[in-house]
């Protein structure tokens, strides 16, 4: 099971730390995205990390901004500048193979995934 954590409310221009874990075991051994879903929008990808010290992709909006990394078994993701656009549920997701696909972003080779982790930027 997939747990996400660090969510919150924020101001913009702020930073969160989002975390994923897995009960009972570690993801080093799996690559895990990060995806988003505002409300009224569809599901989209915002980060992935392929497995143990695999390479690390973002989508455009992400870059520079949000960093994703592996930290003892569990998977953060960094976010900075936080703006209004920026609200969603963010989710994790795990893929077996151990590599961001090159359609990563779409989700459908995540298998397992997490209840999501509410961030809200607002004034």
């Known amino acids: 099971r997939l747990v996400e954590s660090g969510g919150g409310g924020v101001q913009p221009g702020s930073s969160l730390r989002l975390s994923c874990a897995a009960s009972?075991?570690?993801?080093?051994?799996?690559?895990v995205g990060w995806f988003r879903q505002a409300p009224g929008k569809l599901r989209e990808g915002v980060s992935c990390?392929?497995?143990?010290?695999?390479p690390t992709f973002y989508e455009e909006y992400a870059k520079g901004r949000f960093t994703i990394s592996r930290d003892w078994g569990t998977v953060t993701l960094h976010m900075n500048s936080l703006s209004p656009e920026d609200t969603a549920v963010y989710y994790c997701?795990?893929?077996?193979?151990?590599?961001?696909?090159?359609?990563?972003?779409?989700?459908?080779?995540?298998?397992?995934w997490g209840q999501g982790t509410q961030v809200t930027v607002s004034s």
């Open positions: 997701a795990t893929d077996a193979d151990g590599w961001c696909s090159t359609t990563w972003t779409e989700g459908l080779t995540f298998d397992s």
């Open positions: 009972g075991f570690s993801l080093d051994y799996y690559a």
């Open positions: 990390i392929s497995s143990t010290t695999g």
